[in-house]
């Protein structure tokens, strides 16, 4: 292993331009997990939380995920804290159009009153004049999408946002967006268990569009002794790690966000961008939550080409 690739393992994952512009590592850093119990508040360790994103620039990343609903603020200023004034590559990404009345309850606000203050909150939370990328959390049902993502590309406009995402949507969702304002980043739930957005990543990768997926880890029972990712024997890699390394060669356009508050655990995850997957590995947590084909065997079927000593 490289120098490099020891003290800033996130550059191993490759760069991908947001809007073909705005280049980032792929791997980036989401950042959730650093507010308090239920995502509200402040977190028990603010100190360990502001280590948290300083180590995640030492290691490489240039590209951190929030949300104006984290907390709300406490994520935001806390980045603020950190890292503010920020490095010339480091992108950082907000959300807004969820308001929280009390912990672990989110609602979809989506009037464009809303999301003009919530943009203009973000800006003064993070101490900057333009979001990089600012991205609806949500689709409001109960207005129209051409008022929410209006308002988005009149802020656009004004040079208060530079790229504009969706988050949560499905491909009719997205294509219809893109008929209003340019679309450069989706964010949805996607990872080894759970692949039901796969045909709006396909979307995205043939439009270019760059796809973020939240909770990319997600291994849970595939993890548990004599599960797939437990059968698939590494002696250099975590379950965590391999689902991170699948993801970022699944795709060109995916951008893993995995998040943590602890220090630790995010030099492990960040370490996956180092891990290269043979062809077998590859098949084998590809077919992890899918049939394999024929019907046989499934993942199962795959593991003796991949135990190692």
């Known amino acids: ?48 939380a ?82 990089d990328l600012y991205q609806l959390h949500r689709i409001d049902p109960k207005v129209a999408l051409a008022d929410q993502l209006g308002e988005l590309a009149l802020l656009q406009q ?31 739930q996607y990872n080894l268990a759970n692949r039901s957005a796969e045909d709006v990543l396909d979307y995205a990768e043939a439009n270019n569009i760059a796809f973020i997926p939240w909770f990319p880890m997600a291994t849970g029972d595939l993890a548990r002794p004599g599960g797939p990712l437990d059968s698939l024997v590494r002696t250099d890699a975590s379950p965590s790690q391999l689902a991170l390394a699948w993801l970022l060669r699944r795709s060109p356009v995916i951008l893993p966000i995995p998040g943590t508050s602890s220090v630790a655990h995010l030099e492990e995850n960040t370490a996956a961008a180092t891990i290269t997957l043979t062809d077998d590995e590859y098949a084998a947590l590809s077919a992890v939550s899918s049939p394999a084909p024929g019907g046989a065997g499934g993942w199962r079927s795959l593991l003796p080409k991949l135990s190692r000593g």
């Open 1 to 48: 292993m490289t120098t490099e690739a020891q003290s800033r393992p996130a550059a191993a994952s490759g760069t991908f331009a947001l809007g073909g512009d705005l280049p980032v590592q792929r791997l980036g850093y989401g950042a959730m997990q650093i507010t308090g119990p239920g995502v509200w508040g402040d977190p028990k360790d603010p100190d360990e």
């Open 50 to 131: 502001v280590r948290v994103l300083r180590r995640a620039v030492e290691l490489g990343i240039t590209f951190i995920d929030t949300a104006d609903s984290y907390g709300p603020f406490v994520s935001e200023t806390l980045i603020r804290r950190a890292l503010h004034p920020y490095p010339d590559d480091l992108v950082i990404a907000t959300k807004g159009g969820l308001t929280r009345p009390r912990p672990g309850e989110w609602r979809t606000v989506g009037r464009p009153e809303y999301l003009r203050q919530q943009l203009e909150l973000s800006l003064r939370h993070l101490g900057v004049d333009r979001i």
């Open 158 to 188: 004004e040079g208060k946002i530079r790229h504009i995402g969706l988050s949560e949507v499905s491909v009719a969702q997205l294509a219809k967006a893109r008929k209003i304002v340019d679309i450069v980043s989706v964010q949805n």
